[in-house]
T-cell receptor, first 118, second 114 residues
Protein backbone atom coordinates (compact mmCIF):
# COMPACT_ATOMS: atom_id res chain seq x y z
CA UNK A 1 0.00 0.00 0.00
CA UNK A 2 1.11 3.52 -0.73
CA UNK A 3 1.88 5.97 2.07
CA UNK A 4 2.59 9.69 2.20
CA UNK A 5 4.61 11.29 4.98
CA UNK A 6 4.86 14.95 5.89
CA UNK A 7 7.42 15.24 8.65
CA UNK A 8 6.81 18.89 9.52
CA UNK A 9 3.57 19.37 11.46
CA UNK A 10 4.13 23.14 11.57
CA UNK A 11 6.28 25.63 9.71
CA UNK A 12 6.66 29.39 9.93
CA UNK A 13 7.97 31.90 7.39
CA UNK A 14 8.44 35.63 7.29
CA UNK A 15 6.41 37.52 4.71
CA UNK A 16 8.32 37.84 1.40
CA UNK A 17 10.70 35.02 2.35
CA UNK A 18 10.92 31.49 0.90
CA UNK A 19 9.83 28.32 2.63
CA UNK A 20 10.05 24.63 1.66
CA UNK A 21 7.57 22.00 2.82
CA UNK A 22 8.71 18.39 2.78
CA UNK A 23 6.88 15.29 1.56
CA UNK A 24 8.05 11.75 1.06
CA UNK A 25 6.04 8.82 -0.22
CA UNK A 26 6.33 5.09 -0.55
CA UNK A 27 5.14 3.14 -3.56
CA UNK A 28 6.17 0.23 -5.74
CA UNK A 29 4.44 1.73 -8.76
CA UNK A 30 6.30 3.52 -11.51
CA UNK A 31 3.47 5.71 -12.79
CA UNK A 32 1.53 8.01 -10.49
CA UNK A 33 0.58 11.60 -9.77
CA UNK A 34 1.56 13.83 -6.88
CA UNK A 35 -0.29 16.88 -5.66
CA UNK A 36 -0.03 19.69 -3.16
CA UNK A 37 -3.33 20.98 -1.83
CA UNK A 38 -3.84 24.04 0.37
CA UNK A 39 -6.61 24.14 3.00
CA UNK A 40 -7.25 27.54 4.60
CA UNK A 41 -9.52 27.89 7.66
CA UNK A 42 -12.50 28.01 5.29
CA UNK A 43 -11.93 24.22 4.78
CA UNK A 44 -11.90 24.50 0.99
CA UNK A 45 -9.17 22.24 -0.40
CA UNK A 46 -7.46 24.14 -3.20
CA UNK A 47 -5.09 22.55 -5.69
CA UNK A 48 -1.70 24.25 -5.58
CA UNK A 49 0.35 22.16 -7.95
CA UNK A 50 0.40 18.77 -9.68
CA UNK A 51 3.25 16.58 -10.90
CA UNK A 52 3.14 13.58 -13.21
CA UNK A 53 5.73 10.98 -12.22
CA UNK A 54 6.79 10.32 -15.80
CA UNK A 55 7.79 13.96 -16.24
CA UNK A 56 11.32 14.80 -15.16
CA UNK A 57 10.72 18.52 -15.23
CA UNK A 58 9.59 19.99 -11.93
CA UNK A 59 6.16 21.62 -12.01
CA UNK A 60 5.82 25.34 -11.29
CA UNK A 61 2.81 27.59 -10.73
CA UNK A 62 3.75 31.23 -10.23
CA UNK A 63 5.36 31.46 -6.75
CA UNK A 64 4.94 27.71 -6.14
CA UNK A 65 7.37 25.11 -7.38
CA UNK A 66 8.23 21.54 -6.53
CA UNK A 67 11.42 19.56 -6.23
CA UNK A 68 10.47 16.09 -7.44
CA UNK A 69 13.09 13.41 -6.79
CA UNK A 70 11.60 10.16 -8.08
CA UNK A 71 14.42 7.89 -7.00
CA UNK A 72 14.35 9.31 -3.49
CA UNK A 73 10.52 9.38 -3.49
CA UNK A 74 10.57 12.98 -2.39
CA UNK A 75 8.20 15.77 -3.43
CA UNK A 76 8.85 19.08 -1.67
CA UNK A 77 6.96 22.33 -2.21
CA UNK A 78 8.77 25.65 -2.37
CA UNK A 79 6.81 28.86 -1.81
CA UNK A 80 8.66 31.98 -2.88
CA UNK A 81 7.87 35.56 -1.82
CA UNK A 82 5.49 34.26 0.87
CA UNK A 83 2.29 36.21 1.38
CA UNK A 84 -0.09 36.43 4.33
CA UNK A 85 -2.69 34.63 2.23
CA UNK A 86 -0.42 31.60 1.97
CA UNK A 87 -1.09 30.76 5.62
CA UNK A 88 -2.96 27.44 5.63
CA UNK A 89 -2.65 23.68 6.02
CA UNK A 90 -0.77 22.12 3.14
CA UNK A 91 -1.38 18.52 2.18
CA UNK A 92 0.75 16.34 -0.03
CA UNK A 93 -1.20 13.67 -1.88
CA UNK A 94 -0.51 10.63 -4.09
CA UNK A 95 -2.67 8.98 -6.68
CA UNK A 96 -1.92 5.88 -8.67
CA UNK A 97 -2.09 6.00 -12.44
CA UNK A 98 -3.11 2.33 -12.55
CA UNK A 99 -6.88 2.27 -12.47
CA UNK A 100 -8.29 -0.81 -10.86
CA UNK A 101 -10.45 -1.23 -7.81
CA UNK A 102 -10.27 1.86 -5.67
CA UNK A 103 -7.33 3.34 -7.54
CA UNK A 104 -8.03 6.94 -8.35
CA UNK A 105 -8.61 8.07 -4.81
CA UNK A 106 -6.04 10.37 -3.24
CA UNK A 107 -3.78 9.23 -0.41
CA UNK A 108 -2.91 12.17 1.81
CA UNK A 109 -0.16 13.03 4.23
CA UNK A 110 -1.04 14.39 7.67
CA UNK A 111 -0.45 17.97 6.57
CA UNK A 112 1.83 20.88 7.47
CA UNK A 113 0.42 24.02 9.07
CA UNK A 114 2.13 27.05 7.57
CA UNK A 115 2.12 30.38 9.39
CA UNK A 116 3.23 33.59 7.68
CA UNK A 117 4.56 36.37 9.89
CA UNK A 118 4.13 39.99 8.77
CA UNK B 1 -18.21 27.77 -13.79
CA UNK B 2 -19.58 26.65 -10.46
CA UNK B 3 -17.41 24.48 -8.27
CA UNK B 4 -18.33 21.51 -6.10
CA UNK B 5 -21.00 22.41 -3.57
CA UNK B 6 -21.90 20.62 -0.36
CA UNK B 7 -24.75 20.98 2.09
CA UNK B 8 -25.25 21.54 4.90
CA UNK B 9 -22.12 23.45 5.80
CA UNK B 10 -22.43 22.36 9.42
CA UNK B 11 -24.55 19.69 11.03
CA UNK B 12 -25.01 19.00 14.71
CA UNK B 13 -26.85 15.84 15.64
CA UNK B 14 -27.47 13.62 18.61
CA UNK B 15 -25.89 10.22 18.98
CA UNK B 16 -28.05 7.55 17.38
CA UNK B 17 -29.71 9.82 14.82
CA UNK B 18 -29.32 9.41 11.04
CA UNK B 19 -27.81 12.17 8.91
CA UNK B 20 -27.63 12.89 5.19
CA UNK B 21 -24.88 14.91 3.58
CA UNK B 22 -25.21 16.19 0.04
CA UNK B 23 -22.65 16.80 -2.70
CA UNK B 24 -23.26 18.51 -6.03
CA UNK B 25 -20.25 17.94 -8.32
CA UNK B 26 -18.95 20.15 -11.10
CA UNK B 27 -21.19 19.86 -14.13
CA UNK B 28 -19.90 17.24 -16.54
CA UNK B 29 -17.60 15.52 -14.04
CA UNK B 30 -18.15 11.77 -14.10
CA UNK B 31 -16.09 10.80 -11.06
CA UNK B 32 -17.12 11.66 -7.50
CA UNK B 33 -15.28 10.92 -4.26
CA UNK B 34 -16.14 11.22 -0.59
CA UNK B 35 -13.40 11.71 2.01
CA UNK B 36 -13.49 12.13 5.77
CA UNK B 37 -11.15 14.48 7.62
CA UNK B 38 -10.77 13.97 11.35
CA UNK B 39 -8.16 15.03 13.88
CA UNK B 40 -7.05 11.53 14.71
CA UNK B 41 -7.12 9.91 11.28
CA UNK B 42 -6.33 12.74 8.88
CA UNK B 43 -7.91 12.52 5.43
CA UNK B 44 -9.42 9.14 4.56
CA UNK B 45 -11.05 7.94 1.38
CA UNK B 46 -14.61 6.67 1.85
CA UNK B 47 -16.31 5.91 -1.47
CA UNK B 48 -15.90 6.51 -5.19
CA UNK B 49 -18.44 6.76 -8.02
CA UNK B 50 -17.55 6.64 -11.71
CA UNK B 51 -20.37 7.27 -14.14
CA UNK B 52 -22.98 4.52 -13.96
CA UNK B 53 -20.59 1.87 -12.66
CA UNK B 54 -21.04 0.23 -9.28
CA UNK B 55 -19.40 2.39 -6.61
CA UNK B 56 -16.17 1.42 -4.90
CA UNK B 57 -17.13 1.24 -1.22
CA UNK B 58 -13.83 -0.08 0.02
CA UNK B 59 -13.16 2.92 2.27
CA UNK B 60 -16.44 2.95 4.17
CA UNK B 61 -15.62 2.40 7.87
CA UNK B 62 -18.77 0.47 8.79
CA UNK B 63 -22.13 -0.67 7.44
CA UNK B 64 -23.71 2.41 9.04
CA UNK B 65 -22.25 4.40 6.15
CA UNK B 66 -23.81 4.35 2.70
CA UNK B 67 -23.89 6.59 -0.32
CA UNK B 68 -25.77 6.92 -3.54
CA UNK B 69 -25.46 8.99 -6.64
CA UNK B 70 -28.60 9.82 -8.57
CA UNK B 71 -28.55 10.39 -12.31
CA UNK B 72 -24.78 10.40 -12.34
CA UNK B 73 -24.72 13.79 -10.62
CA UNK B 74 -25.74 14.63 -7.06
CA UNK B 75 -24.53 12.29 -4.32
CA UNK B 76 -25.83 11.72 -0.80
CA UNK B 77 -23.75 10.23 2.00
CA UNK B 78 -25.91 8.73 4.74
CA UNK B 79 -24.69 7.86 8.21
CA UNK B 80 -27.11 5.80 10.27
CA UNK B 81 -27.16 5.63 14.05
CA UNK B 82 -24.41 8.23 14.34
CA UNK B 83 -21.67 7.79 16.93
CA UNK B 84 -19.39 10.41 18.46
CA UNK B 85 -16.43 9.05 16.49
CA UNK B 86 -18.28 10.01 13.30
CA UNK B 87 -17.65 13.67 14.13
CA UNK B 88 -15.46 15.00 11.32
CA UNK B 89 -15.43 17.11 8.19
CA UNK B 90 -16.82 15.23 5.20
CA UNK B 91 -15.32 16.37 1.91
CA UNK B 92 -16.59 15.66 -1.56
CA UNK B 93 -14.49 15.92 -4.73
CA UNK B 94 -15.19 15.46 -8.41
CA UNK B 95 -13.03 14.97 -11.47
CA UNK B 96 -13.52 14.69 -15.19
CA UNK B 97 -12.31 11.14 -15.60
CA UNK B 98 -10.38 8.71 -13.51
CA UNK B 99 -6.68 8.37 -14.13
CA UNK B 100 -5.61 11.75 -15.29
CA UNK B 101 -7.89 14.47 -14.06
CA UNK B 102 -7.36 16.51 -10.96
CA UNK B 103 -9.92 16.24 -8.17
CA UNK B 104 -11.67 19.45 -7.18
CA UNK B 105 -13.05 19.67 -3.68
CA UNK B 106 -16.15 21.17 -2.13
CA UNK B 107 -16.08 23.19 1.10
CA UNK B 108 -17.04 20.19 3.20
CA UNK B 109 -19.68 19.48 5.84
CA UNK B 110 -18.62 19.63 9.46
CA UNK B 111 -20.54 16.96 11.36
CA UNK B 112 -20.70 17.11 15.15
CA UNK B 113 -22.28 14.22 17.02
CA UNK B 114 -23.21 15.06 20.60
Amino acid sequence: AQTVTQSQPEMSVQEAETVTLSCTYDTSESDYYLFWYKQPPSRQMILVIRQEAYKQQNATENRFSVNFQKAAKSFSLKISDSQLGDAAMYFCAYRSAYLRGSQGNLIFGKGTKLSVKP
Amino acid sequence: GAGVSQSPSNKVTEKGKDVELRCDPISGHTALYWYRQSLGQGLEFLIYFQGNSAPDKSGLPSDRFSAERTGGSVSTLTIQRTQQEDSAVYLCASSGQWGTDTQYFGPGTRLTVL
